[in-house]
């Protein structure tokens, strides 16, 4: 049993089109963040949310609490988009155990 | 700030050697850890640290070891390595865990090869 379920694991999309990759989790959380994770192996985080919406560029992050659920949405995708994106919940209590999904691999064709 | 360092970036062993992972990070964090990543599976919890001295079990502890002598260093101990633990390595920190919402900070990772 998967804590944290990302949805589509593999996504192809042409340059410029809307790209959206949903998280789903099961337990209590403090915090949601999003990664990226490039093909050389590097993370990298985006977003850290525990409620609403953020936007940086063309990236944007939604929450909704109550549903257990969150989007990453991707605007006008561009190549150099093409990553793994990782969903990464932090439960509630302590606070120190995160719970990883297992990534959405995203290629954009020029 | 070089942010989180590791090393080394690849290392192969045999089985029943033993190594440490390297992991240092110079933004005064207080939170640190280690994860493993595995195909098919989301990075899993290996141990983490609160600070200088004080260290805990993750979701998948066995076969390692770590310590906490300084706020910059936590290496991570293969005590006699395994076929199992063939793995990519990420140690993290964040300034200061718990349910603090903070920006976690990854190291380039450590690929290991365990013949």
């Known amino acids: 049993k998967n804590e944290v379920e990302q949805s589509p694991q593999n996504l192809t999309a042409q340059e410029g089109e809307f790209i959206t990759i949903n998280c789903s989790y099961s337990?209590?959380?403090?915090?949601l963040h999003w990664l990226q994770q490039h093909p050389g192996g590097g993370i990298v985080s985006l977003f850290m949310?525990?409620?609403g919406k953020k936007k940086h560029g063309r990236l944007i992050a939604t929450i909704n609490i109550q549903e257990k659920h969150s989007s990453l949405h991707i605007t006008a995708s561009h190549p150099r988009d093409s990553a793994v994106y990782i969903c990464?919940?932090?439960?509630?209590?302590?606070?120190?155990?995160?719970?990883f999904g297992t990534g959405t691999s995203l290629t954009v064709i020029p | 700030n070089a942010g989180v360092t590791q090393t080394p970036k690849f290392q192969v062993l045999k089985t029943g050697q033993s190594m440490t992972l390297q992991c240092a990070q110079d933004?005064?964090?207080?939170?640190m850890s280690w994860y493993r990543q595995d195909p098919g599976m989301g990075l899993r919890l290996i141990h983490y640290?609160?600070?200088?001295?004080?260290?805990d079990q993750g979701e998948v502890p066995n076969g390692y070891n770590v310590s906490r002598s300084t706020t910059e260093d936590f290496p991570l101990r293969l005590l006699s390595a395994a076929p199992s633990q063939t793995s990519v390595y990420f140690c993290?920190?964040?300034?200061?865990?718990?349910?603090?919402?903070?920006?976690?900070?990854f190291g380039p990772g450590t690929r290991l090869l365990v013949l």
């Open positions: 993290a920190s964040s300034l200061y865990g718990g349910t603090y919402q903070e920006t976690q900070y």
């Open positions: 337990v209590g959380i403090s915090a």
């Open positions: 949310l525990s409620s």
């Open positions: 990464a919940v932090k439960s509630e209590g302590t606070g120190n155990q995160f719970y």
């Open positions: 933004m005064n964090h207080e939170y």
């Open positions: 640290s609160v600070g200088a001295g004080i260290t």
